[in-house]
């Protein structure tokens, strides 16, 4: 499997160093790409508006999160080239990888995928308890 394309670092840039080794790890595993990391508060507010989140408050503000997205490469390497999908089971498939490189590294995640109320599949954030804002 590849490692992070360049888009995908630039995305990374303002996230906490120890979620940032996490999606390195993951990627090995499972193609997605990083399609958020941090965030302004204008941003924020924005996806509150239209229900892309429910809060204002966000780990993505501080750099404690990340939303990332199932990529099926054409090939090429190049994520222009390549497809974004959204089916459920692609994201448990990153949820997976993403926990398994949580778990080899010490670093304690969250999955937006478990939550009971406003499943959020490409959301990953460090858990508050060892990485509060």
Known sequence: ???LLPRDRERLQGVHRDLVRVVERARQAV???VTEGLRTRERQAQLVAIGASRTKNSRHLTGHAVDLA???DDGDGGVEQGEVRWDW???EQIGAAMKAAAKELGVPITWGGDW???RDGPH???DR???PA
């Open 116 to 118: 009971t109320s406003f």
């Open 31 to 33: 193609p997605f790409i």
């Open 1 to 3: 499997m590849a490692s």
């Open 89 to 91: 089971p692609l994201y």
């Open 129 to 131: 308890r060892s990485h």
């Open 70 to 72: 199932y990529w099926l």
């Open 124 to 126: 990953f954030e460090l």
